[in-house]
């Protein structure tokens, strides 16, 4: 089933804000340079997807943003991330803090094994939060457009639920914690149409708060939903194959007048 043709409420203007700004030189797992050469500014209220091939470093981009490439032994950036203007790879910031501003949403959904109620009150309760939990989490769900399918049984354990439902859970357990910034790894692959469409729908809502960055293979999908795309490829250095930038533009542009002729080859699906 094709997903209905959404309306795009913000839009890309020379003033818009840069929120996120990556400026890596490199990245390496090890002594693998998986990165290079990436200068990538993230606008405010916009929703940016990540397109390429795979290996290209989609994945390990999106997870500079938030550091969570931190999480995995002998990696290195050389390079900084600004969070409004501040280096988030600053020994003095605090990666935890930065997570609860830069939320990610995976592939696969994973709710924790707990209640779908407190699920979304595990956040503020680790927050500290003093204010009326129930009303979190109740906003949360709605705002996940999943409230009405789970207001009568709230107590029964997260995974008792659809893969679609799941995923739009975790859209609220994070939107519970109020992030400025939602980071998603290819967050419909695992979901049928249906939940696809109202993921997708749900993201468009979303915008009007937060910032979101997604990877996907689903061209469809980045035209449908993005307002900017970047194109990653891989290019032969050094005896490795390292992901660059090849082009990064409002995303009509990239879908229909590319300026790399690689471009045009990828979103054409005529890519060697
Ligand atoms: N934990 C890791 N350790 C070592 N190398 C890694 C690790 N994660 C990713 N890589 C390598 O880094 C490169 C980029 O991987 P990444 O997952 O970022 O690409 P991608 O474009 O997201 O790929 P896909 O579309 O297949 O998910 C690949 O060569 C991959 O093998």
Known sequence: MAAPSLPSVNAYSADSEVILHAQIEAF??????????????????????????????????????????????????????????????????????????IGMLFQKPNP????????VAFGPRIQGYRGDIDEIVELSLRRAVLWDEVKHKLKENALSLSGGQQQRLCIARMLAVQPEIILMDEPCSALDPISTNQIEALIQELKQHHTIVIVTHNMQQALRVSDMTAFLNTEMKEGSRTGELVEYDRTHIIFHQPKQEITRQYVNGNFG
């Not at 990538?40 to 209220?45: D, G, S, W």
């Not at 924790?112 to 699920?119: D, E, G, H, W």
Request: hydrophobic share 35%; charged share 20%.
């Open 28 to 101: 390496y797992y090890e002594k693998f340079m998986a990165l290079r050469n990436v200068d990538l500014p993230i606008y405010k209220n916009l929703i940016t997807t990540f397109i390429g091939p795979s290996g290209c470093g989609k994945s390990t981009l999106l997870k500079c943003f938030n550091r969570l490439n931190d999480l995995i032994p002998q990696t290195r950036l050389q390079g900084q991330i600004l969070f409004k203007g501040r280096n988030v790879y600053h020994p003095l910031e605090d990666a935890v803090v930065l997570r609860r501003n």
């Open 112 to 119: 924790f094994p707990k209640s779908i109620y407190n699920n």
